[in-house]
């Protein structure tokens, strides 16, 4: 007797375990589906979180394991936020953070228009300019430290082929009033492209029908940019903004390898600093309560942010 | 306003022919109709007066002014697209104050209030005017999209199939409603449709458009009565004109090769005996599916005939339409 496969597995299969599952409701497989994802999430995010919470509380410190622990109450977040350093720390998160913004914003829309014209290679052109942002954050940082090197850096050499300035004058990382335009202009360096790619996805939903209308309408070029073209990649052009904000208010990787947080602690941005706090100084409660207010912060901002950009999309 | 002459143009993409050769005058203050199939080049044709494309060859003048050099803003004509192209983001009022608030008008608040008013109310969307353009029907959006001409005072209006998604009530009230605009303000209209019924009841000039070439321009009535071609006959008349060979009947001239017979045309009731397939009861007439020597033909009958499938008709041609093998008009 020659039974198909399907028989064979058929029979295979225990009564038993073939009643079960035909008797699953569709929202106990739904569940069946989802916990996987639910418990992962528990165990690696929340739970985490909440631990930091709790641990924000204590004079915990991570190094002393068998050390007695006691509650300190809200006296680890009062000294965060009375420690003129960390301040400092996130007045320069805050200038790296509105600086790439600012320069990704208009290099990357700028880039996006120009692309967006019909010519020849232009996806020759594309390909070409989104690769910074394919390379390693790590690796970008690192060789950055050539381009910048006063000698032999190719960043400096061509300041000094455009303006005439003695290469060696100056160094972009070592210098206090340079230095914190370094990581900007690195930054930007890697992540135009990505706002580039964004706004171009904006600028192609737009059909060419509208710009056509607009014309026998009588509007010029630059009418036709001001309430066409901006209003209608605008939502797009937020959201990108949302991304570049939430990755640049906890850049390290890049920075660490590129100035680690040099000279002084110039460029020691917020997460750089608790880094620091927290597995340098091993001041573990002291740094959960950071870690807190800097999660409280970027939530807080990023929840306004996003009510904005609803309100924009749905105009 | 204007009137729109095109010579001798011609457009190709690739090796599609879109226009070949088209040349004709569009009156000062007519409603021309371009009626044909889907490639015909009844768009194309709208886009080069409009400055949207450019011919490959020949002149486009405006007014007795070559145009050929121009933008569609310099061209100073609104068009009508059959996709809508709303401004997506703008709402209803803001569409249509758009052309209005051009830096080269200057329209002040009042006039914009008065005139976008005034089209809102003749196009039934006061109701939506604060509504968002893409929260709209579709056939709200065709309103809208005509309103945005509407409220200009254009040298010539340009419309591509612009009732096309409407429904048959308001299609009706908007082609009346189109042509007393059209009347009253003198206006130059260019209009494509592949409608008949549009064509006949607005038209001034009918141009007949088959594979980019003109093969016919004229009044609806010329169209109708005098065609140049089986192609352009066909364009015209509910229910279509019949085409049989030329030997069904007899006193057919020698060289043509098919008769034309438009249900007037059909003499019922002596001549030749036909079956009658199917009858029709429209209401206000009645339409006769026969059967003459293997060929189908369909007339009108009276609306009240007692006549029933399976009955014999006798029929036999009145003043028929002659035509060579070619398809071309014997006179």
Redesign the interface.
Known sequence: MSASPLDQVAAATPVQMATKIKGLSDRAIAWIFVTPTILILLAINIFPLIWTIRLSFTDFRVNRPNAEVSWVGLRNYERVLTDPDIWTAMQATAHFLIWTIVLQVLIGFTLAYLINKKFRGNDLWTTIIVLPMMLSPAVVGNFWTFLYQPQIGLFNYAVSFFTGIDPSSFSMIGDVNLAPWSIVIVDTWMWSPFVMLICLAGLRSI?D??Y?????????KW?QFW??TI??VLPFLMLAVLFRGIENFKMFDLVVQLTGGGPGSLTELSSINLKREAFEKWRTGYASAYAVILFVTVFGLASIYVKALNRVKN? | MAEVSLRGVSKSFGADNALDDVSMTIPHGSFVVLLGPTGAGKTTTLRMV???DRPDSGDISIGGRSVIAL???QR????V?Q?Y?????LSVRENLE??LK????KTPRAEIDRKVGEVAEILQISHKLDN?ATELSGGEMQRVSIG?ALV?NPAVY?MDEPLSSLDAKLRADLRIELKNIQANSGATLLYVTHDQIEAMTMATHVGVLDHGRLVQFGSPREIYEDPVSIYAASRLGQPRINILPADCFGGAPKAAAFIGLRPEQIQQGEGEESFVKRVEHLGDQTRLHLSFKTHDLITVTDPHTQLDSGDIVRITPRNPFYFDDSGARLV
């Not at chain 2, 192209?85 to 983001?89: A, E, Q």
């Open positions: 059909p029908s509208i056509e209308a607009a014309e026998c309408d009588r509007a010029s009418r309430t066409i209003p209608m105009r | 409009s400055g949207l933008t569609p803003a100073n004509v609104a068009m697209f996709q192209s709303l401004y997506p983001h758009f052309p051009s830096p080269i008008l968002k945005r200009r340009l």
